[in-house]
Every structure is written in structure tokens, then in C-alpha cells.
């Protein structure tokens, strides 16, 4: 499943073991792997609240995915719908950062004909994440389709800032996501770390923020950390995954995550960090591996 069809659907409703010494080593001293990732798994040092995104899982049950990821450590599901919270409940798990409002990533705030509809559908869903015990929500810039980055900018302001009382009231932070427009999201708008920024100084609350996507920034701009470093108060959530090809976050990609999360942590985020990589290996081996890579 391609993650823009997973959200057009739903918005409506590695460090390989080479690189992890101790942790090979238990798996070839154990008869039983899921006992050797268990033991090494509750060493979790944590600063790093982990979730992971649900659509890179999609052929994995629900349920079984809950199980293994509670085993793993990681706390949170990304990117779920109102009907598959009470799943996430059931095995105390949380989403950090859920969907079920708007129109998906193509059609957004950057467009007022659409400021009604999109206030309507994020209206409907606040007092059901306050409900649910969940404080933030999914959201997108919207494509270009020819106009101005400026003129968007101030478009997706006008939109959202209709919406910070009611999220305020509900305590509900929006958080929208940086893509990038070079090889996955072509033509999207909030495709650059100062778009975002100067977006959220324009509509003014610390109920709206970015969703900090690594992989996709890599490839839109790089110097990650020092990005991080310079401007994380406006960074609501992280997303990882491995460039190039979006696939495990070990050494095969270019980008060191073990530093990317030191630079998260010594910023003070208490947020969450969710892996959205696609894996080409058993995907829960692949989980398991970045899990224990980004924990430092």
C-alpha cells in the first residue's frame, strides 16, 4: 500500500544486527529470537518516546502489530482512524499522531474553497480525539497547482487560525507535514523546514506545528540536525526513514540516525519519534532494529 493512497483512504472516516553487537549475540545464543529482543528491548533508555507508522505495517493485523510493538517497547501507533483507536486501547498503546479529518495530502489548507469543509471535518473529529485521550492531529499544505508559496502560506493561515480556538479548547495541536515535492509528493507545498516555520509563526498558537519528516527533508534539504537544532520549537513530531528508497534506517542509507536522535533529545522534545520506513526484510525484525538504533 503507497502511503498517499493509505491517506486518501483514510483521512475521510536499520541497523542491521551487524551494527548491534549485543543484540546479534543474543540472538544466536538464544533458541527462542522474540526472548533475546524482549531482554534487550527493556534496556530502553527513555528519552525517546517510539511509535511507528501503521500504513508501512499494513499487511500486518492490527492487533498483532499492537503486540509486537508493545513488546519492542514502542508506545504508539501513527497514522490510525478513529475506528482502529479502540484496538490501540485495548493493548495500551496511544497514537501520537492519528488521522480522520481533511482531505488528505493533495487537497489542503492552502486552497479557501476547501477553509469550510476542512474546518467542519477537523471540528468533528476534536472532541473525539479529546475522548480518545489523544492530543494532536494529522494535517497537509495541499499542492501547488500554480499558485505562490507566499500566496499559500497565507492561504493555509487564514484556514487554520479559524481552527486554533477549537483546537485550544479541545487541546488538540494540528501538525502538518513536511513532504518533499522532488520524488514522492510532486508539487506539494509545505515542502521546505521555513515554509513551515514562517506558517506556524503566522497563525500564532503552540497548538499548531510541523511534523518533521527526516527522510523526506534529507531530500529536500539536508543539514538535518543543525535544522533541528535551530528551529525544533515549531517541531510537533518526527518521522524517520532510510534515503535513498525509504527502507531500513541502517547503513545502506545515507543518513546516521543515532546522531539525528541525539540532536532531537538534547533539544528537550518530549514528543514522539515514529518509524515510517518500508521494509524489504521481515518487517518486524526491521522494526525491532531501528527501534533499538534511534533509542540513545
Same mark, same amino acid.
Given at each position: 500500500?503507497?502511503?498517499?493512497? =493509505?491517506?486518501?483512504?483514510?483521512?475521510?472516516?536499520?541497523?542491521?544486527?551487524?551494527?548491534?553487537?549485543?543484540?546479534?549475540?543474543?540472538?544466536?545464543?538464544?533458541?527462542?529470537?522474540?526472548?533475546?529482543?524482549?531482554?534487550?528491548?527493556?534496556?530502553?533508555?527513555? @528519552?525517546?518516546?517510539?511509535?511507528?507508522?501503521?500504513?508501512?505495517?499494513?499487511?500486518?493485523?492490527?492487533?498483532?502489530?499492537?503486540?509486537?510493538?508493545?513488546?519492542?517497547?514502542?508506545?504508539?501507533?501513527?497514522?490510525?482512524?478513529?475506528?482502529?483507536?479502540?484496538?490501540?486501547?485495548?493493548?495500551?498503546?496511544?497514537?501520537?499522531?492519528?488521522?480522520?479529518?481533511?482531505?488528505?495530502?493533495?487537497?489542503?489548507?492552502?486552497?479557501?474553497?476547501?477553509?469550510?469543509?476542512?474546518? =467542519?471535518?477537523?471540528?468533528?473529529?476534536?472532541?473525539?480525539?479529546?475522548?480518545?485521550?489523544?492530543?494532536?492531529?494529522?494535517?497537509?499544505?495541499?499542492?501547488?497547482?500554480?499558485?505562490?508559496?507566499?500566496?499559500?502560506?497565507?492561504?493555509?493561515?487564514?484556514?487554520?487560525?479559524?481552527?486554533?480556538?477549537?483546537?485550544?479548547?479541545?487541546?488538540?495541536?494540528?501538525?502538518?507535514?513536511?513532504? @518533499?515535492?522532488?520524488?514522492?509528493?510532486?508539487?506539494?507545498?509545505?515542502?521546505?523546514?521555513?515554509?513551515?516555520?514562517?506558517?506556524?509563526?503566522?497563525?500564532?498558537?503552540?497548538?499548531?506545528?510541523?511534523?518533521?519528516?527526516?527522510?523526506?527533508?534529507?531530500?529536500?534539504?539536508?543539514?538535518?540536525?543543525?535544522?533541528?537544532?535551530?528551529?525544533?520549537?515549531?517541531?510537533?513530531?518526527?518521522?524517520?526513514?532510510?534515503?535513498?528508497?525509504? @527502507?531500513?534506517?541502517?547503513?545502506?542509507?545515507?543518513?546516521?540516525?543515532?546522531?539525528?536522535?541525539? =540532536?532531537?533529545?538534547?533539544?528537550?522534545?518530549?514528543?514522539?519519534?515514529?518509524?515510517?520506513?518500508?521494509?524489504?526484510?521481515?518487517?518486524?525484525?526491521?522494526?525491532?532494529?531501528?527501534?533499538?538504533?534511534?533509542?540513545?
Amino acid at each position: 500500500m503507497q502511503r498517499r493512497n =493509505a491517506i486518501r483512504n483514510l483521512t475521510g472516516t536499520a541497523l542491521t544486527l551487524s551494527a548491534v553487537p549485543s543484540l546479534a549475540s543474543q540472538l544466536m545464543n538464544e533458541s527462542e529470537p522474540s526472548a533475546a529482543y524482549g531482554t534487550a528491548l527493556t534496556a530502553l533508555k527513555g @528519552n525517546i518516546n517510539h511509535s511507528v507508522c501503521r500504513w508501512c505495517y499494513s499487511k500486518i493485523p492490527l492487533d498483532e502489530l499492537c503486540k509486537s510493538a508493545k513488546e519492542m517497547g514502542i508506545k504508539s501507533i501513527d497514522l490510525v482512524g478513529p475506528e482502529e483507536w479502540p484496538t490501540l486501547k485495548q493493548h495500551g498503546l496511544t497514537s501520537a499522531l492519528p488521522w480522520g479529518a481533511g482531505k488528505g495530502i493533495t487537497e489542503g489548507f492552502n486552497d479557501p474553497k476547501l477553509h469550510d469543509e476542512l474546518v =467542519a471535518s477537523y471540528e468533528g473529529i476534536f472532541p473525539k480525539l479529546k475522548a480518545a485521550g489523544m492530543t494532536t492531529v494529522i494535517c497537509f499544505s495541499g499542492n501547488r497547482r500554480g499558485m505562490s508559496d507566499a500566496e499559500g502560506m497565507e492561504n493555509c493561515a487564514k484556514g487554520l487560525k479559524r481552527l486554533m480556538p477549537s483546537a485550544e479548547k479541545y487541546g488538540v495541536t494540528m501538525i502538518m507535514e513536511l513532504l @518533499n515535492s522532488k520524488v514522492d509528493h510532486k508539487d506539494y507545498m509545505c515542502d521546505h523546514t521555513l515554509w513551515g516555520v514562517e506558517l506556524c509563526k503566522k497563525v500564532g498558537s503552540d497548538k499548531f506545528k510541523m511534523l518533521y519528516d527526516i527522510y523526506h527533508m534529507q531530500i529536500m534539504e539536508g543539514d538535518i540536525i543543525r535544522t533541528i537544532r535551530n528551529y525544533h520549537q515549531y517541531i510537533g513530531h518526527y518521522h524517520t526513514g532510510g534515503n535513498p528508497g525509504r @527502507n531500513e534506517i541502517d547503513q545502506t542509507q545515507e543518513i546516521y540516525y543515532p546522531a539525528v536522535m541525539q =540532536a532531537i533529545v538534547a533539544t528537550g522534545f518530549k514528543g514522539y519519534v515514529a518509524q515510517e520506513f518500508i521494509p524489504k526484510r521481515d518487517p518486524l525484525t526491521s522494526l525491532r532494529e531501528a527501534v533499538m538504533l534511534c533509542d540513545v
